[in-house]
């Protein structure tokens, strides 16, 4: 890695950082200068504006998030397999298996529902990627014979989305410790629901 | 209402829809101060610091949330009528029907998780009180008759918090036209399990 490129990194992995305690808004060139000791005219020299920066924070937690939760998963065979493995994933990138920024998404979701523009869209398009990738693991598990074929395949996904923000909830705001118990019941539940 | 308090409610609903926008932290006595064209010390004069202020908007937002969702719900029957009222509350609290403040207490879930502090403590009470009037709420619903006796009332709460919460990203992130009849085939679904 050349050296520029290393120092755009440090920058990114700062300003990840950072999102997750302040929000994206919050990382501002003059705060992220400062907890880096570079001059803002450093800075700027690597992203042209906080708009460039936030879309590349946001760029690396979706692969993080990839990385951790999606591709695992997409190596355990189709079906119950693929789906419990992407589920016990999400819960864990929840829990914070990459810092503080493990529930950046949700957190973002709440600063930008109504902040217009190219942060957001990157946001929402993400959002429905991950649901679209969870009701197509709800769909193989279908064409595998796991689960029956009446499903309605994203009504699925976004309750299993709904199960990880109340787990979240939960966990890390509530410090409740039947947390799990409680994400690991609701999923079960549903999984019941779609198999008869 | 004398003039001193018509001043203080003036400030405190100004800084409830600010943290909507900003999140609690962003609301300081110098931005509510701009926003308002008072000075500093005439905001001093109310709140004696940042922190007291915040509290006073957490209380608003309790306070608005008691008399918009849980209030009306207490007063039909006991069993379903008044579980259906709450949850149909909730929906249209998180709807918006007082403004962007409506999801206040969701992002200040993500605002404040890793904060320690009375803000965070005050949310924390506010968020399990909301968790036990819901469980009180299906106990009762057992208690008449109407769910089976065998209920994990504090299972059933926190996944309608879950319904809840992936109904607001569904339509303020993701503006989908399907969220509410997610939400609602969500919640059937979750009867149905409860009532069997």
Redesign the interface.
Known sequence: MRKGEQTRKGIVDKAYLLAG?L?LEGVTLGTLASSLSLSKSGLFAHFKSKEALQLEVLEEAIGRFTRHVVTPALGKPRGLPRLNAMFDGYLSWIRGVSG?GS?LF??L??????RPGPVRDR??ES??AW?DTLAKAVRLAVSEGHLRGTI?A??AA??L???G??????T????DP?ADK?AR??YD?LLQ?LRK
């Open positions: 305690q929000g503080r529930c949700l957190s979701a709440h600063e930008y529902d109504d946001l929402v959002q429905r649901l309605d994203d009504q976004i309750e989305v709904g199960i923000m109340a787990y979240q909830h939960a890390r705001l509530l410090k039947k409680r019941a609701a539940a629901r």
